[in-house]
């Protein structure tokens, strides 16, 4: 694996609360993904990186937004969480081939469960 | 819009079965097609197919892709009880900066002793 972590594993918090989920990786990958994963729907991309302070937006955005201030570390904030929020999220990362472009594998970390009531 | 489906979408099998799994997918530039196992955590890559008709194996899992029907299966041979888990198929379109996984939800293995 890629030597992901994130943090915190586990989570509750109240629905207004701002949330803040890092994932970490120690193996230089360029590119970081968030994901959630809820029951009945698979993996859905929140947001992505392609490098240092470069993002955009995945297919379920809306309420999350994420900053790369460096390349080790892809930080997922939930700004005003809801229960629409309550979710396992998983971050991912991709290296980068010898000719500049991806590999296609991506690498999970352990997942975060994020609890809003 | 990318989209992927998988069949079944769950399975008990008995220890020593052979299972196959399904996946066809709907992606623009497509470029190849990835299979995980999740178990109660992350899920773990298991393989990456970009040619047609080309098996990939490793142990008693194997997967194979068709580039024409858009179609790939996965299959796994004298089944053990920790084969049980999630696999999920993933597809991807061309190499390039934004190049982003469609995954299709899963298809929920049970291998009973």
């Known amino acids: 694996d890629a030597g992901i972590t994130q943090s915190p594993r586990h989570k509750v918090t109240e629905t207004g609360t701002p949330v803040t989920l890092r994932c970490h990786q120690t193996?230089?990958?360029?590119?970081m993904y968030w994901y959630r994963q809820d029951p009945g729907h698979g993996l859905r991309l929140i947001h992505y990186?392609?490098?240092?302070?470069?993002?955009d937006k995945g297919e379920v955005s809306d309420g999350y937004s994420v900053s790369r201030s460096k390349t080790e570390d892809f930080l997922l904030t939930l700004e005003s969480a809801t229960s629409s929020q309550t979710s396992v999220y998983f971050c991912?990362?991709?290296?980068?081939?010898?000719?500049?472009?991806?590999?296609?594998?991506?690498?999970f970390g352990p997942g975060t469960r994020l609890t809003v009531l | 819009e990318d989209k992927v489906v998988q069949s079944p979408l769950s399975l008990v099998v008995h220890e020593g079965d052979t299972v196959t799994l399904n996946c066809s997918y709907e992606?623009?530039?497509?470029?190849?097609l990835l299979w995980y196992k999740q178990e109660k955590k992350a899920p773990t890559f298991l393989f990456m197919l970009?040619?047609?008709?080309i098996e990939k194996k490793s142990g008693r899992l194997s997967s194979i892709l068709d580039k024409k029907e858009l179609f790939s299966i996965l299959n796994i041979t004298a089944t053990q009880t920790g084969d049980s888990a999630v696999y999920l198929c993933?597809?991807?379109?061309?190499?390039?900066?934004?190049?982003?996984?469609?995954f299709g939800k899963g298809i929920t293995l049970s291998v009973r002793p």
């Open positions: 992606v623009t530039n497509f470029r190849s």
């Open positions: 970009t040619s047609s008709g």
């Open positions: 990186s392609y490098g240092v302070k470069d993002t």
């Open positions: 193996e230089n990958h360029r590119y």
């Open positions: 993933a597809a991807s379109p061309s190499y390039g900066a934004n190049s982003k996984l469609t």
């Open positions: 991912a990362t991709k290296k980068t081939g010898l000719a500049g472009g991806p590999y296609n594998e991506q690498f």
